[in-house]
């Protein structure tokens, strides 16, 4: 799932409503097992395509209690798959790796850049199970061969995939927050003063996380950041008497009022880039006050 950021705050992706052209269902369970996962089928051969509907048609009619039911949405090209990656919502990608305008690993890694946080078992062929076997080293689920492919095992396949790859992602996210409270908790004691100082600072919170979040997407963008703007924020605090303890207790007070993120990419993004800005400005009101006191 891929959302980005935008000046204004965090964007929600869409997620697609009802049934569009091409997607497919499997069949109705009638055991109470109503679990729907949304797959991407990147496949360029229509004879491959079926195949795939044909498997898990077999398997998604409630024979089998433990498995899921299947909406497949195939595209053809790996562009196809990246432009929907960036507007609508799935549990996983089944992905070919060979593409009209894509071959071999390359193919799983652009899909893995846009979509880190989502579960990829790649299809390969007769030859191709050693590149299978190099993309889980990548970080692909699975790889399943197109030769020996049958219902069961695809969607055994897919559901445990999308089970691991909430799981890597939970974990990813807990170890995240840790590092980020004991983040917090040394700027906490770097910010430590008496009741009252500092206070003035604080009044520039609304302007620096914007300013933040503004850094965040420039970079991420390819842009040069804001850096005059970090400069202008820079000046406002040296007018204040802020000093580095004024800049850390401002940032802390951003980090804290950080919302909830909706991939652990956009978090991963935002703290590396929080960081950069808090160094830069620091750097910057060093300068303005060495400029002052040399002038």
């Known amino acids: 799932m891929h959302a980005s950021l935008h000046d204004g705050g965090i964007a929600t992706p869409h997620a697609s ?22 797959v991407l089928l990147v496949e360029d051969s229509e ?23 299947l909406r497949l949405t195939p595209v053809g090209e790996l562009r196809q798959a990246i432009d929907l990656l960036s507007r609508e919502r ?14 071999g690993m390359e ?22 199970d050693a590149m299978g076997a190099d993309t889980i080293r990548h970080g692909a689920q699975d790889f399943l061969s197109k030769g020996s492919l049958d219902g069961p095992l695809l969607l055994r396949s897919l559901r445990y995939a999308v089970e691991r790859q909430r799981l890597i992602n ?3 996210r807990t170890r995240r ?29 609304r302007v620096y996380s914007e300013l933040v979040r503004h850094y965040v997407v420039t970079t991420r963008e390819g842009r040069d950041p804001p850096r005059e703007e970090v400069r202008n924020v820079a000046t406002r605090l040296m007018a204040m008497h802020a000093g580095a303890r004024d800049v850390v207790l401002l940032h802390l007070k951003m980090l804290r009022g950080t919302g909830h993120w909706t991939t652990t990419t956009e978090e991963r ?10 160094v830069e400005l620091l750097g910057h009101l060093t300068d303005l006050y060495r400029e002052r006191a040399q002038s």
């Open 90 to 103: 799935f549990d996983a990608v089944l992905l070919d790796l060979n593409l009209p305008d894509s071959i």
């Open 17 to 38: 409503h009802g049934t569009s052209p091409g997607e497919f269902h499997g069949k109705p369970r009638s055991d109470g097992h109503d679990k729907l996962l949304r």
């Open 170 to 172: 939970e974990l990813d």
């Open 107 to 128: 193919t799983f890694l652009r899909i893995h850049d846009r979509a880190p946080d989502l579960a990829i078992v790649v299809l390969t062929g007769l030859d191709d």
């Open 269 to 278: 993004a935002f703290s590396q880039d929080a960081r950069l800005v808090l």
């Open 47 to 69: 004879a491959d395509q079926v195949l795939v509907r044909e498997n898990a048609d077999s398997s998604g009619n409630g024979s089998i209690a433990h498995l899921p039911r």
């Open 177 to 205: 927050r840790r590092r980020q409270e004991q983040e917090i908790q040394s700027l906490e004691k770097l910010s430590h003063r008496t009741p009252g100082d500092g206070l003035r600072a604080l009044s520039l919170e």
